[in-house]
């Protein structure tokens, strides 16, 4: 039953139409919904119309309500292709990808010569890393539209992309060979270019053509620095060792604090860490010729062993402790992995400490130098409290001993409050800690380092509502729910992490799981964030860093951040399978309450219920108080947060479904973690997936043989295997007495 | 006259940011602004030259990917001749996660042998 | 510590960093943005010396310099903006963020400034012998890469640190006052250093780099 075409508009519609249009993109919506209701007025089932209608009501942040319009405009209009691109644009926006493509793909059959639609089909397709259909697709484009080098150089980074590189470097070079005259310097698009062709020739492995190539092409481009480390490093490929010597050493002209300069030289000179004097010399020449540098005097620390290492220790260490440098302790410290290394530190440094600078090397020439005995004694002291904090060098009372004594003679110093607060953490006191941040915190209270100090060791100290306090003297007062919604506008990872971490030591396991939630949608926004880049990028001519941050987004979740939140959820989603009282009420003894006798549990739930009015008003005053007009980065408006307790979250009737969703990207991402692989044994081992359980359990016990939480799943899953009440398939029992029983601990 | 999207940031620091997003993402068509414009300095005549060069590129390019395929297809045939157990099929779905054509895939690459199937999928991660 | 140019996978941690010491915070989304428009401006400072942990681990971020090209300069004169500079507070003093501005002092600074800021004056007499133009990663990249003639930046009026390290160390100067440039009220100074001694100093270089 097709309904009868629509009439076409009469010219005062169809200008009318064009201006919704105009609207849309330009993001006028109340004009643009004005304009299509007097449209519609005229002729209320013209389905382009109601779509464009459709669409803006979208933006508005209205899905629902534009998905239903679409079906109407749809039915009107079977056979339109504005009808099924605005389809497409909607399940896009809606994430739904791939019945975006499809609705994309209806509407170019509708109309195959529309640009807007491929292009919009094409970005789909790269998003979606569905490489050949990218591929058609650009290539469709491009013979339709020859004059645009960015059609070319799209084409080639589809051809690149898709690993065909051979092709990639062809069309590119077709390009150029339809240049009358050479692009002026200025033309950075060209550039970049040449520079594109130029990595994807090396990529092939092909170093001679791409040193050939980067020597005629690139003489000149504005990218010298990329030129210069391309070209030292493909005469180091190819073996050119003097030439690729004296390229590292024009680079360490231009930086000389980057090691990568540093390892190419040696290399090039053939040297490695056995040549001890030759990289003197070498690191040497390079601290000459920059008195102000660091790193061509702190790398020889980790080649020098012995005397020399104390020597050049000794001169390090006085330098920097006499200029009062307070990050000096941070720069050696990755040294202690030698103990050697380490003792002979600590022995120098509290040979200053009693005043022994005249018998070391070079120190009373240093001392008159700098003249900074003032800086120097609070430095060592100040350094030495690090030293006896850190897990390789501990000795809590001297590190206490220490830094009490800087601080008596310093009591406003930032620094040492700090330090203090990480003594007292290490001895398990994390409310001294809390305290003596804060107290740091109010000595410099317009520095937003130590503030964000003072409320992660609030948090770690369960003070939720403190640390909010703190950290909204620096976030924004007007973003909608208050410092924690501007926390988690501006991404800031760390915070919601550490207070969802905290909401678990409390029991709240709806708030925990609301939380790292959160860090999963803030990855999702982090992964939709390439989308514009994909036109973008384009336009703007800067292929390689686009490419370079494809391949970073490809495997994006394999971020700690992710990691950590990600574990933490999922372990929750595991205590809620095996005690599903935990989603009504609230543990008061952590998360191992299970041992409360009734009258307690009655108590505790009645404080529980307490509680969650008291939120429940304070969310109402909230909202009252609620900002109109916030958006999101896109300029979108704001979706309301229906779950602000995650008290939704936690009432799942499937927690391992949901545990899943954590665990899916874990084991895909981060198979090299050991925590990723040990909750994944969790959620398997309860979803009676016993293969799926011995797989994480053998790749943990490849990470480590020794953990002792992969051995306990060990045996747990031996034993789940001895008293099964149901014996598993007999080819599971082969499969099982091959691969578990090897590992199976004694 | 941006009457309905986001109120303007009042402050210049929050204007900057905001203009660099709303520059991003272009909703038009991209044919209307000076720096997208088809490059004048190009040969006409290369170009077509060009043109039809990509498109016999594209022909050599399906012709290799006709050959490559050809030996895909060799593979496919020799693996569709192994015969799969549909119960081994609905055994490794149920116990490891995949997909019917997933499981089917790993079967034939293993010579529709479950246990080898299975046992290498368990080993895979380690 | 190395000082080498941003990449993408920096980006996480450099926004940690930026909302760790700073107010003025972006979505990664902005970060992104400067990555891929101007690759080669910003700079980060990354801890390399600590053994990883797990193969994810990412680069430890402990300061960066985010810059840009002005996209339409009022003036029609190339030039930079520098949109965010920060250093941990752990890791101020070792001079990073100077590093990040450039690696050593600043041969093409007027004789004038030495005698203004009679402070700093022996640091700057030994910059003037040992400097190399070549030296300076980030305005040198805008100067080769985007022809700009000057870059500029914003300073909170009451960061009095940064002013100082942008005016006395950096050699910058303040051209005006802006009113009410941050979202929290506050005033900014409009800062200014002028490039083109720079590109005639790495004019120079080019000679013996070949």
Redesign the interface.
Same mark, same amino acid.
């Given at each position: 039953m097709a309904p009868p075409p629509p009439q076409p508009l009469a010219s005062k519609e169809r200008s009318l139409f064009t201006q919704v249009v105009?609207n849309?993109?330009? @993001?006028?919506?109340? @004009?643009g919904l004005k304009a299509a209701d007097q449209i519609l007025r005229k002729s209320p089932d013209h389905g382009d119309t109601i779509a464009m209608k459709a669409l803006i009501i979208n933006s508005?942040g209205n899905s629902e309500e534009a998905f239903a319009l679409a079906k109407v405009a749809l039915k009107n209009s079977m056979k339109s292709h504005v009808c099924w691109h605005v389809y497409g644009l909607l399940y896009r926006s809606a994430k739904n990808f791939e019945e975006a493509i499809k609705a994309y793909k209806f509407a170019l059959k509708l109309e195959p010569e529309s640009?807007?639609i491929q292009k919009d089909l094409a970005l789909l397709q790269i998003q979606m890393r569905d490489y050949q259909g990218y591929l058609q697709s650009r290539?469709a484009i491009?013979?339709q539209?020859?004059? +645009?080098?960015?059609n070319w150089t799209a084409l080639a980074v589809a051809q690149h992309l898709a690993g065909?590189l051979a092709?990639a470097e062809?069309?590119l070079t077709?390009?150029e060979?339809?240049?009358?005259?050479p692009?002026p310097k200025?033309d950075?698009e060209h550039a970049e270019a040449i520079l594109y062709k130029n990595s994807i020739i090396a990529e092939m492995g092909e170093k001679e053509r791409a040193l050939e190539h980067l020597d005629a092409a690139a003489k000149n481009n *504005?990218?010298?620095?990329?030129v210069?480390e391309l070209r030292a490093q493909y005469l180091l490929n190819l073996g050119r060792k003097e030439e690729a010597a004296k390229a590292y050493h024009?680079l360490l002209?231009?930086?000389?604090?980057?090691?990568?300069y540093f390892e190419g030289l040696e290399e090039a000179l053939g040297l490695d860490k056995s040549n001890v004097e030759e990289l003197r010399k070498l690191y040497g020449d390079v601290a000459k010729?920059? *008195?102000?540098?660091? =790193?061509a005097t702190?790398i020889p620390l980790?080649f020098l062993e012995g005397d020399e290492f104390r020597e050049a220790a000794d001169q390090y260490l006085q330098r920097m402790l006499h200029?009062?440098? +307070?990050?000096t302790f941070?720069?050696v410290k990755?040294?202690y992995?030698d103990s050697q290394k380490r003792d002979t530190i600590q022995d120098l440094v509290e040979g200053y400490a009693a005043g022994m600078l005249n018998t070391q090397a070079n120190g009373s020439a240093e001392r008159q130098i700098n003249g900074d005995s003032d800086l120097f004694t609070p430095s060592v002291r100040y350094f030495l409290a690090q030293h006896y904090n850190y897990r390789l060098s501990r000795d809590l009372p001297k590190a206490m001993k220490y830094i009490d004594e800087a601080l008596s003679s310093a009591p406003e110093s930032?620094?040492y409050h700090m330090t203090k607060a990480r003594i007292w953490k290490h001895y398990g006191n994390l409310q001294k800690a809390a305290e003596l941040m804060e107290e740091g915190r109010t000595l410099d209270v317009?520095?937003?380092?130590?503030n964000?100090k003072a409320a992660k060791y609030q948090l770690r100290n369960n003070e939720n509502e403190a640390a909010i306090q703190n950290m909204g003297k620096?976030t924004?007062n007007e973003a909608l729910g208050g410092p924690l919604g501007d926390l988690h506008?501006?991404?800031?990872? +760390?915070y919601i992490t550490e207070d969802g971490e905290s909401y678990i030591r409390q029991g709240n396991l709806g708030l925990a799981l609301k939380r790292f939630t959160s860090i999963s949608t803030i990855f999702e926004? +982090?992964q939709e964030?390439?989308f514009?880049?994909h036109?973008?990028?384009l336009?703007?001519g800067?292929i390689?860093?686009?490419v370079?941050?494809m391949r970073?987004?490809d495997h994006l979740r394999?971020? *700690?951040?992710f990691?950590r939140a990600a574990v933490s959820a999922a372990r929750i989603y595991v205590m809620l399978h095996d005690q599903p009282d935990l989603a009504h009420a609230k543990m008061t003894n952590g998360v191992n309450g299970e041992k409360m006798d009734s009258a307690e549990r009655k108590k505790a739930q009645k404080k529980a219920k307490k509680d969650q009015e008291k939120q429940a008003k304070e969310e109402a005053e909230r909202k009252d108080s609620k900002k109109p007009?916030a958006?999101d980065?896109?300029?979108?408006p704001k979706k309301e947060d229906k779950d602000p307790k995650g008290e939704k979250l936690l009432q799942t009737s499937e927690p391992l479904v949901e545990a899943m969703k954590f665990v899916t990207p874990l084991?895909e991402?981060? *198979?090299?973690?050991i925590k990723a692989?040990q909750v994944g044994f969790e959620v398997f081992l309860r979803r009676k997936?016993?293969?799926?359980a011995?797989?994480?359990l053998? =790749?943990s016990? =490849?990470l480590s043989s020794s953990d002792p939480t992969t051995h306990e799943q060990a045996i747990r899953l031996g034993h789940t295997f001895r008293t099964q009440t149901e014996p598993p398939?007999r080819?599971?029992q082969?499969?099982i007495a091959?691969?578990f029983d090897p590992v199976l601990p004694a | 006259?941006?009457?309905?999207?986001?109120?303007l940031p009042t402050s210049a620091e929050d204007r900057k940011a905001?203009a660099a997003?709303?520059?991003?993402?272009?909703?038009?068509?991209?044919?209307d602004d000076a720096?997208?414009k088809?490059?004048k300095?190009?040969?006409q005549e290369?170009?077509g030259k060009?043109?039809s060069?990509?498109?016999l590129?594209?022909k050599a390019?399906t012709v290799a990917a006709g050959e490559k395929k050809t030996k895909e297809k060799e593979e496919v045939e020799k693996r569709a001749k192994i015969k799969v157990d549909q119960a081994?099929v609905t055994?490794l779905v149920e116990?490891?996660?995949l997909t019917k054509g997933k499981a089917t895939e790993l079967l034939k690459a293993n010579d529709g042998d479950?246990?080898k199937a299975?046992?290498g999928?368990?080993?895979?991660?380690? | 510590?190395?000082?080498?140019?941003l990449?993408?996978?920096d980006i996480?941690h450099v926004?940690?960093t930026n909302?760790? #010491?700073?107010?003025e #915070?972006?979505? !990664?989304?902005y970060y992104?943005y400067h990555?891929?428009?101007?690759?080669?401006l910003s700079y980060v400072a990354v801890?390399?010396?600590?053994?990883k942990k797990?193969?994810?681990?990412?680069p430890k971020i402990v300061g960066y310099v985010l810059a840009k090209m002005e996209e339409e300069p009022v003036n029609g004169i190339q030039h930079g903006h520098i949109t965010s500079l920060s250093v941990?507070?752990?890791?101020?003093? !070792?001079?990073l963020a100077e590093?990040l501005m450039r690696?050593?002092?600043m041969r093409y600074l007027s004789h004038t400034r030495r005698v203004y800021h009679s402070e700093r004056q022996t640091d700057l007499k030994?910059?003037f012998h040992?400097a190399?133009a070549?030296?300076f990663?980030l305005e040198?990249?805008m100067v080769?890469?985007?022809?700009a003639q000057y870059v500029s930046l914003h300073v909170r009026l009451?960061n009095i640190a940064a002013l100082r390290l942008y005016r006395d160390t950096l050699g910058f100067e303040v051209e005006k006052v802006e009113s009410k440039y941050y979202?929290d009220g506050e005033d900014a100074y409009s800062m200014k250093m002028n490039l083109t001694n720079l590109r005639e100093a790495l004019e120079d270089t080019y000679v013996d780099?070949g």
């Open positions: 105009k849309y993109e330009n @993001k006028q919506y109340k @004009k508005q640009q807007q290539r491009l013979q539209r020859t004059g +645009w080098r960015q065909d092709n062809r069309t077709t390009y060979e339809t240049l009358k005259s692009p200025t950075t *504005p990218d010298r620095t990329s210069m024009l002209k231009r930086n000389a604090e980057y090691r990568a010729d920059n *008195p102000r540098g660091d =790193a702190r980790e200029k009062g440098v +307070w990050s941070n720069n990755a040294l992995s930032v620094e317009r520095d937003r380092y130590i964000t620096f924004r506008d501006m991404q800031c990872v +760390w926004i +982090w964030d390439q514009d880049f036109s973008f990028s336009r703007k800067q390689r860093a686009y370079d941050m970073w987004e394999e971020h *700690p951040f990691t007009g958006v980065q896109n300029g979108d084991l991402f981060s *198979p090299k973690n692989q997936k016993y293969l799926l011995l797989r994480t053998l =790749a016990n =490849a398939d080819k599971v082969e499969v091959a691969e | 006259d941006r009457e309905d999207p986001a109120p905001a997003m709303s520059s991003l993402e272009r909703r038009g068509g991209d044919d720096a997208t088809p490059n300095e190009i040969d290369a170009l060009a043109i060069r990509l498109e590129a594209d390019g081994d055994l116990e490891l996660d479950a246990v299975m046992r999928f368990v080993r895979a991660a380690a | 510590m190395d000082i080498r140019v990449t993408s996978a996480p926004q940690s909302i760790t #010491n700073l107010p #915070n972006y979505f !990664l989304k992104l990555a891929l428009s101007w690759p080669q801890d390399v010396s600590r053994p797990t193969p994810y681990d990412p941990m507070r752990t890791h101020r003093r !070792l001079g590093k690696q050593s002092r030994e910059g040992e190399d070549r030296s990663p040198r990249a080769e890469t985007f022809g009451a979202a780099e």
